[in-house]
């Protein structure tokens, strides 16, 4: 009865070795995982929606740029912003247009999409006081004229309001 009881205990003794062992084991590489985060693990995508910013000068409207961005985070470091980094995105945008007068969205010649990303990204990365926006991809960038601005068809597709007064009879 001794000898059952010897043997059940370091069997008992034993998996719980095997056990602790391989939870060790097993967290080890999440933790290198998180440490180098690239292109293919850590990191998220996040595609924003269509930012629209009127460009205008002395209060006339030229048009708007359209621009539609992908940045990259760490998925844990997203998850865990109180705002929405779509916001902080958009935000930057605006400031980055307005604070910059030396960009004519009239002319493609004139902007430097590299430095353009680049502002962003940083911009970004200071107002939050860390690194969390590795990279920002362009997907869309448009400049549309005002004049191009408003079509027939979505003036067609509004209904025409209808009176609901009641008729006088008179």
């Known amino acids: 009865m001794i000898k059952f009881m010897v043997a059940a205990l370091w069997i008992s003794i034993a998996t719980t070795g095997a056990l602790l ?3 060790q084991s097993a967290q080890k590489p999440q933790e290198t995982a998180e440490a180098e985060a690239t292109a293919f693990q850590g990191l998220d995508y996040v595609k924003t929606g269509i ?16 621009v539609r ?22 935000d930057q945008i605006y400031t980055q247009l307005y604070a910059s007068p030396e960009i004519d969205f ?13 502002s962003i990204r940083t911009g970004v990365n200071e107002r939050l ?5 590795r990279e920002v991809l362009v997907e869309q960038v448009d400049f549309l004229p005002k004049d191009e601005a408003g079509s ?6 509004v209904p025409t309001p209808v009176s609901t007064a009641a008729p006088t009879g008179h």
């Open 21 to 23: 062992y391989s939870f």
């Open 51 to 66: 930012i629209s910013v009127p460009v205008f000068d002395r209060g006339k409207v030229y048009g708007y740029f359209l």
């Open 69 to 90: 961005l992908v940045f990259t985070a760490e998925g844990k470091r997203l998850a865990a912003l109180k705002l929405p980094a779509e916001a902080l995105l958009a």
């Open 106 to 118: 009239t002319k493609r010649d004139d902007l430097d999409i590299d430095s353009f990303r680049e």
């Open 129 to 133: 006081g860390e690194e969390l926006i």
């Open 152 to 157: 027939s068809s979505i003036s067609q597709s």
